[in-house]
C-alpha cells in the first residue's frame, strides 16, 4: 500500500513534466515552422521577383536587338539602293568616256583634234561626270590630262602612224602597235592595255617625256605622241570597263605598283 502511494507520488510529478516538456517542444516546433514559413515565402518571393526582372531585362534585350537589326537591314537597303544608283551613274558617265577619247583611236577613220581641244572636252566631263571616277581610275584620267598638258606646253601635235605601218603587214595592226609601244614607251606586250599598274604607265611616260625634250625636230614625233596618247587612253578605257564589269569598286587606292584586278573584260583601242 505505502509503495504504491510512493509510486503514484512519482509518477504524477513525472506526467506532469512530460507534458510540460511536450508542450515546449510543440511550441518551438511551432515556432520554427512559422519562422521556415516566413523564409521560405521571403524567398520565394526573392525568386520571383529574380524571374520577373530576367524576364522584363531578356523582353528588352530582345527588343532593342530586334530593332538594331531592322535599323541594320534598312541601313543595308539604303546602301544597296546607292550602290545600284552609283552603278548605274557609272555606266552613263563612263559611256560618255568612249565618245571624248574616241578621237584618238586604232581603228576606223581618223578625227582630227588638238591636244587642246581635247584636254577641255576631258575637263568639262570631269567636272560634272568626275566624282564618279574611282581613286584608281580618277589616277588614269589625270594621267591623260598630263600627257595632253605636256603636248600644249610644248606645241607638240599627234597623228596616228601610216595605216602602210598599221595595217600593211601580214600582222594585226594590233600587234604592230604594240611593237612600237614597247619601242617608244619600253612596255612589254601583256596582251590587255588595263593590266599595267598606274605607276608603271606614269614611269614610262615620264621616262618618254625626258627623252623627246629635246627630240623636237624628229619627223616622227607626231606619231610617237600619238601612239603614247592612245596607250594611256586605252588603259583608261579598259580600266573603266573592269570597273564596271567586276562591280568591285575600291573607295581606297590601291598600293602602288599594284595593277588593277584581272577580269575578262573587253578591250577599247
Aim: hydrophobic letters at 40%.
Amino acid at each position: 500500500m505505502l509503495l504504491s502511494t510512493s509510486l503514484n507520488s512519482i509518477a504524477e510529478p513525472t506526467a506532469i513534466v512530460s507534458a510540460i516538456g511536450a508542450l515546449i517542444l510543440a511550441i518551438v516546433n511551432f515556432v520554427l515552422a512559422r519562422r521556415l514559413a516566413a523564409w521560405k515565402d521571403q524567398h520565394e518571393t526573392e525568386l520571383e521577383n529574380l524571374k520577373a526582372e530576367q524576364q522584363a531585362a531578356l523582353a528588352d534585350f530582345q527588343s532593342r536587338a530586334t530593332e538594331r537589326l531592322e535599323r541594320v537591314k534598312a541601313s543595308l537597303v539604303r546602301l544597296e539602293r546607292i550602290e545600284s544608283d552609283l552603278v548605274r551613274s557609272r555606266g552613263e558617265a563612263y559611256g560618255e568616256i568612249w565618245s571624248l577619247t574616241g578621237a584618238v583611236s586604232l581603228f576606223g577613220p581618223v578625227k582630227p583634234i588638238s591636244a587642246s581641244e581635247l584636254s577641255s572636252k576631258l575637263s568639262q566631263w570631269y567636272f560634272t561626270r568626275g566624282w564618279l571616277l574611282t581613286p584608281e581610275s580618277k589616277g588614269r584620267y589625270f594621267l591623260i590630262q598630263e600627257v595632253l598638258n605636256f603636248f600644249i606646253l610644248h606645241a607638240l601635235t599627234f597623228r596616228r602612224p601610216a595605216d602602210e605601218i598599221l595595217f600593211g603587214s601580214p600582222s594585226r595592226a594590233m600587234d604592230e602597235l604594240r611593237k612600237i609601244r614597247k619601242i617608244e614607251l619600253g612596255l612589254e606586250d601583256r596582251g590587255d592595255d588595263g593590266r599595267y599598274a598606274l605607276k608603271e604607265i606614269q614611269v614610262s611616260i615620264g621616262a618618254w617625256k625626258s627623252r623627246r625634250i629635246t627630240a623636237t625636230r624628229d619627223s616622227t614625233l607626231p606619231e610617237q605622241a600619238w601612239v603614247m596618247l592612245q596607250f594611256v587612253m586605252s588603259s583608261f578605257r579598259t580600266y573603266l570597263a573592269d570597273e564596271l564589269k567586276s562591280r568591285d569598286l575600291p573607295s581606297e587606292p590601291r598600293p602602288e605598283g599594284v595593277s588593277a584586278p584581272v577580269h575578262k573584260a573587253p578591250k577599247f583601242l
